[in-house]
């Protein structure tokens, strides 16, 4: 499970004084404030925690014109722990092995939810909807 491995990366990062100690236990933090604190997240739930925490540091050093050294650290760290993503081709190539895809682009979008479950979390739904209405 992702979480025990940030934990466990969290408590490696300590007893070695490692620089990525504190966005670990930010994260560590995170998966406490959830409800139900005596059960592990999914994966899922985690993956979307550290996307979310990505596109806030993203926000910001847009804001602020442009990333820190410390912001372009934090999203090397947490992007270690995101699943590779799958590239448009892959996408494509699954769509025109396993689907039919209608002519008309708003009956297109009604695919979403058939390639999203095959993907999961390896795919963005704006990604998704881009190849949809290219193809």
Same mark, same amino acid.
């Given at each position: 499970?992702l979480?025990?491995q940030i934990?466990?990366d969290m408590?490696?990062?300590?007893?070695?004084?490692d620089r990525?100690v504190?966005?670990?236990?930010?994260?560590?933090?995170?998966f406490q404030?959830?409800?139900n604190?005596?059960k592990?997240?999914?994966?899922?739930e985690v993956i979307a925690?550290?996307?979310?925490?990505?596109?806030?540091?993203e926000?910001?050093?847009?804001?602020?014109?442009?990333?820190?050294e410390?912001?372009?650290?934090?999203?090397e760290?947490?992007?270690?722990?995101?699943?590779?993503? #799958?590239t448009?081709e892959?996408?494509k190539a699954?769509?025109?092995?396993?689907l039919i895809?209608?002519e008309?682009?708003q009956?297109?979008m009604k695919?979403m939810?058939?390639?999203?479950a095959?993907?999961?979390?390896?795919?963005?739904g704006n #990604?998704v909807k881009r190849i949809?209405m290219e193809?």
């Amino acid at each position: 499970m992702l979480q025990t491995q940030i934990e466990n990366d969290m408590r490696e990062a300590m007893k070695n004084k490692d620089r990525k100690v504190n966005i670990l236990k930010y994260m560590v933090a995170e998966f406490q404030r959830r409800p139900n604190l005596n059960k592990m997240l999914e994966d899922k739930e985690v993956i979307a925690l550290i996307r979310k925490y990505i596109k806030g540091v993203e926000e910001t050093a847009t804001l602020r014109g442009g990333f820190t050294e410390e912001q372009t650290f934090e999203i090397e760290v947490l992007s270690a722990y995101l699943p590779k993503m #799958a590239t448009d081709e892959e996408v494509k190539a699954w769509i025109v092995d396993n689907l039919i895809l209608p002519e008309n682009p708003q009956a297109r979008m009604k695919l979403m939810r058939e390639i999203m479950a095959h993907f999961g979390s390896t795919v963005e739904g704006n #990604a998704v909807k881009r190849i949809l209405m290219e193809m």
